[in-house]
């Protein structure tokens, strides 16, 4: 080493040496009674100690053994501190978590080993490369389990009480983050880095001030916080990863030391390849998942830290402009109390049962169940938390419960989690196997329980928010017919008086024939539309019609249009009860929207027919089409349209239509590949039997 950087390397100690000894004596002062004050006099003691002896190394006096000794009693002294502050922040007679007492235990034996082979020089004096090779790892180990430590200090330590703590774990830290650096280092290339060495003694001078800070801020050092889960999941995560890198580092040094020419590259590639699965391990959802269950079986006596993941639910629920995606993350929610990858969920709409309302990670689950069948008798009934594989293996714990079959073909899918709403069944979560293979128990049932509820709550006010924001906008949409209906007895009375002066004004016969045909034919058809909506909301008696004069009455309505749908009748005894207006309206405006959406020389077709009990109208389109986003958000939102001219309320009103009749109205689309709208009706039985009419 030339002379120069040692005489930088020794001021550097000195003046380490001076700044140890300075806070020795500051604490001596102050902390003369107080046990943790003992441990840092003795952690800063021998850090001076430390500083000295490697000043007088780099001058040359000494043999690097000694300061390698003072080193390990050192950073044996700031482990000890440590591991006394995550002592005090035990419960009174509570022991050290497992994964601390392994630490505590492997630290004892490395510390006593390196002291005994820095003090005892004949140790392997055949191998002095293998010996201070070894050396270099215990060395770097015992930096990764001081890094451990500090890491834990600080996640055990409230947010508001931090403001004292985090200077002591920014300080010592560093000085493992920097000897982890420098030793790893020695391991691989087998020799210390001069310069880095060198720089050792100012950096360890630059962090007593940060130390004396958070001495002076909290002389206690100690909070009531035990060790959580999450301590438990990154303490084993960082000290896996620390260990991982140690046998890493050694592979690649025998793959150096063996190798030949080609060594150091060899031994470059492999640490590259190394650090990349480390990577990609630490960001594995699957193995993450396991360790979490794994440190939670065999460290704690329940599986769930249940304030942590509360907060974890409650946050998930309630991020986010409000209403939005409040149904993706419910499942989501859900799903990820028990590392599962998806789910989806299903709720009540109207007289339609249980449709999917929203899915997290699960878009192939497709499904519907009628509001009255046993399945969802059963659930509303038992409230049970149903585990579809331990229905096939145990299947007396269900009794007569059977699965839907759409349910029943989902070979991935799991759990079904009731959302109760006091004792409404509100809708039902079905959820993919768990990624941590987290097994089903009592414990995990009341969990899922209990959030359910809680989720099934915020989805009530949900749909409460947007039934009463619909009434709202109806309410401002009937204050404006109000207006219309004015304006159109305005115009009415005025056509009226036009047609009265033009019978006495008339000068040529033929002209004035067509004006009052055309006029005629105006009032009559505003006089028509005045009725409709001073009738409003009225309601009108529902009758026995035939479903092919309702199709031909719709197709007639369009004429207008250059494209004519091609029209498949059904039977004329294919009966349905409804108020023939009004399905009129709905089925006309479904293949209105169609023909606007495709072009003239497309194909829109209209059909009408039985099957299973149901009569089935049938519009396509092969037109422009929509995507899932777009017939999930938009296109049943009343008053939000894309059409110009358009109120939005069509759709919408067509769906409700449905839905009063007992039916259901389905949307089958996508992008550049048209649109397929199916409606659904219950046949009139006293009039329809076996396709005749009775």
């Known amino acids: 080493m030339p002379d120069t950087l040692l005489l930088l390397a020794a001021v550097g100690y000195g003046l380490a040496t001076l700044a140890y000894l300075g806070l020795t004596g500051l604490i001596v002062a102050s902390w003369r009674q107080r046990p943790q004050g003992r441990l840092l006099v003795l952690a800063t003691g021998l850090s001076a100690a430390w500083g000295a002896l490697s000043a007088l190394t780099a001058w040359g006096v000494l043999t690097p053994r000694l300061e390698l000794a003072a080193e390990v009693a050192r950073n044996g002294a700031w482990l000890l501190l440590l591991l006394y502050i995550l002592r005090l922040r035990l419960p009174p007679g509570a022991t050290l978590p497992a994964p601390l007492r392994l630490i505590r235990a492997l630290g004892g034996v490395l510390i006593g080993a390196l002291l005994l082979a820095s003090v005892m020089p004949f140790i392997a004096p055949e191998q002095p490369v293998l010996a201070r090779w070894a050396g270099n790892l215990g060395l770097v180990l015992l930096t990764v389990m001081g890094l451990v430590l500090v890491e834990q200090v600080y996640r055990s330590t409230r947010l508001e009480d931090r403001w004292a703590i985090k200077f002591l774990c920014l300080g010592l830290g560093g000085l493992f983050v920097y000897d982890f650096y420098l030793y790893a280092n020695a391991a691989l290339f087998n020799a210390m880095d001069a310069q880095v060495w ?77 650090v990349m699965l480390l990577v990609l391990l630490m960001f594995s959802g699957t193995l993450r998942a396991r360790l979490r269950v794994f440190l939670s079986k065999h460290f704690f006596s329940y599986r769930y830290d249940y304030r942590e993941e509360w907060l974890k639910f409650t946050r998930a629920l309630t991020e986010g402009r409000p209403g939005e995606q409040l149904c993706e993350r419910a499942v989501e929610a859900l799903a990820r109390l028990l590392e599962s990858p998806g789910g989806a969920l299903w709720m009540h709409e109207g007289n339609t049962g249980y449709q999917r309302a929203s899915h997290w990670n699960w878009r192939d689950l497709n499904g519907t169940e009628p509001a009255d069948s046993p399945f969802v008798r059963w659930l509303a009934d038992k409230q049970w938390v149903v585990d579809l594989d331990e229905m096939k ?300 009419a009775a």
Not at 243 to 263: I, K, N, P, Q, S
Not at 462 to 481: G, H, K
């Open 393 to 692: 293996t145990r299947r007396d714990l269900y009794g007569d419960l059977d699965m839907p079959e759409w349910i029943q073909h989902a070979d991935d899918a799991w759990l079904v989690v009731p959302l109760m709403l006091h004792d409404e069944l509100l809708g039902f979560v079905v959820l993919k196997h768990s990624l941590g293979k987290v097994s089903f128990n009592w414990e995990v049932s009341d969990l899922l329980k209990v959030a359910a509820r809680q989720a099934a709550a915020h989805l009530a006010q949900m749909r409460a928010a947007n039934q009463l924001i619909v009434a709202r906008q109806f309410e401002s949409f009937n204050r404006t017919t109000t207006f219309v209906i004015h304006d159109l007895k305005n115009l009415v009375a005025q056509l009226s008086l036009l047609l009265a002066n033009a019978e006495k004004h008339k000068h040529n016969p033929e002209f004035q024939a067509d004006m009052l045909d055309t006029i005629e034919n105006a009032v009559a058809r505003m006089n028509k539309v005045l009725a409709q909506l001073r009738r409003g909301s009225d309601e009108t008696q529902a009758q026995s019609v035939a479903l092919a004069a309702i199709l031909n009455e719709a197709a007639t309505s369009k004429q207008a249009f250059k494209l004519r749908p091609a029209i498949d009748l059904p039977p004329s005894g294919l009966r349905v009860r409804a108020e023939r207006e009004r399905l009129t309206r709905a089925v006309g405006h479904l293949l209105q929207n169609a023909l606007e959406a495709t072009p003239p020389s497309g194909q829109v077709t209209l059909r009408g027919f039985e099957e299973a009990g149901q009569a089935i109208v049938e519009i396509s389109d092969n037109g422009s089409g929509m995507d899932d986003t777009f017939i999930r958000t938009r296109l049943f939102q009343p008053f939000d349209s894309t059409k110009g001219a358009g109120m939005g309320i069509g759709a919408y009103e067509c769906r409700e239509t449905i839905r009063a009749l007992g039916g259901q109205l389905e949307v089958d689309s996508a992008p550049g590949r048209g649109t397929r709208f199916r409606i659904s009706l219950p046949l009139d039985n006293h009039v329809y039997v076996g396709g005749d």
């Open 198 to 274: 060198a720089a050792r003694g100012y950096v360890a001078a630059l962090v007593t001030p940060l130390i004396a800070i958070s001495a002076a801020r909290n002389p206690e050092w100690a909070a009531p916080v035990g060790l959580s889960r999450s301590m438990a999941f990154h303490t084993a995560s960082l000290l896996g990863a620390g260990v991982y890198l140690l046998l890493m580092a050694g592979a690649g040094y025998y793959l150096r030391l063996f190798g030949g020419e080609w060594g150091d590259v060899v031994q470059t590639v492999f640490l590259f390849a190394a």
